[in-house]
């Protein structure tokens, strides 16, 4: 098999009809290509950013393809590689992984982070370990080998993730957030749920989300333009069943999210709050409030999606918990 660069703008739809020959039968194909497209467009399109994609062809087809994108705001001598398909040919790996880290070496690239496709703020991770349950909206699409590929490739650093399910959640109810949850109000603090996110909603979202993430592996600090591309409110929209919005008199200091799976699963993204905010129980009330209306909604399982390990909601009760799903990012020192 051939691998060699090629024009970045030249061969996306080559990329998209290996990405559906690869995951085309799955329920969530169409939401993931888009956000694939979304963060190729990120990168070929960014000032930022230096793209260089790779592509592995045999008769005339693409058969592998990874990416090293380069990114100004990460530290000096670090980029990422992403956009990773491989068959499962270990061969053809290797071949992939040597041209990806020379192109780096020459670059003068000595950290690699990934897979990430674009930023840490797109779809990344391979999955690890699975219940063998289909992916749920939103969650990255990756063949199970991938990890094994990447492993053999000697990592300096993994980087752990989980998606876990509770049901029923009722356990939550009982344990957290029902204190802080009803003295909201003479605290001076509120929620306010809704099902269509504005400017000045996205806008606040981002400044948040910035603050609160700054110090994650792997962060890169996007403009407003860029993080509305990304997340904009005709997006979150479409695909949110609600966001529910803290404020603190009329300023909102933290936010989380919702996405409905299907009748009887619900979704439950980052609860975020700011930092000088946090320890007054706010994230318990956000997550009393959205699982307090998850049940009256009828909905019977809750699903947490991408947690980092060592993330504060492994401070909820552990009763019922089931982790289905478990991811990883890697460092390379080369």
Known sequence: MEIKPYQPDSSTDSLTQLLRDTYGGSKHFDYFLADVKKAHAFCIGNGNISFHPLAGSEDGKMRAHVALIIDKRLPAGEAFFGFLESPKDASVFNALWSRLVKEALDKGVSVLKGPVNGSIWHQYRCIKESDGSDLFTSEPFSEPYYYDFLTSCQPAAEIPYYSAYRDPFDVVLRVIGEDSYDTLAERGFSIRKTGRVASEELLAVATISKTVFCGSWGYTELTEREFADLYSSEKLTA????????????????????????????????????????????????????????????????????????????????????????????????
Not at 274 to 296: E, F, M, S
């Open 239 to 334: 695909h949110l069943n609600a966001l529910y919005v803290l404020y603190k008199g009329d300023e909102i200091i933290g936010f989380c999210g919702t996405l409905k799976e299907d009748e009887r699963t619900l979704i439950c993204k980052t609860i975020c709050v700011l930092p000088r905010y946090q320890g007054l129980g706010l994230g318990n009330a956000l997550a009393h409030r959205v699982h307090l209306d998850a049940k009256k909604s009828g909905f019977e399982r809750m699903v947490y999606a991408l947690i980092r390990d060592g993330n504060k909601i492994q401070n909820f009760p552990k009763e019922g918990a089931v982790v289905f799903r478990r991811y990883a990012a890697f460092e390379f020192h080369l």
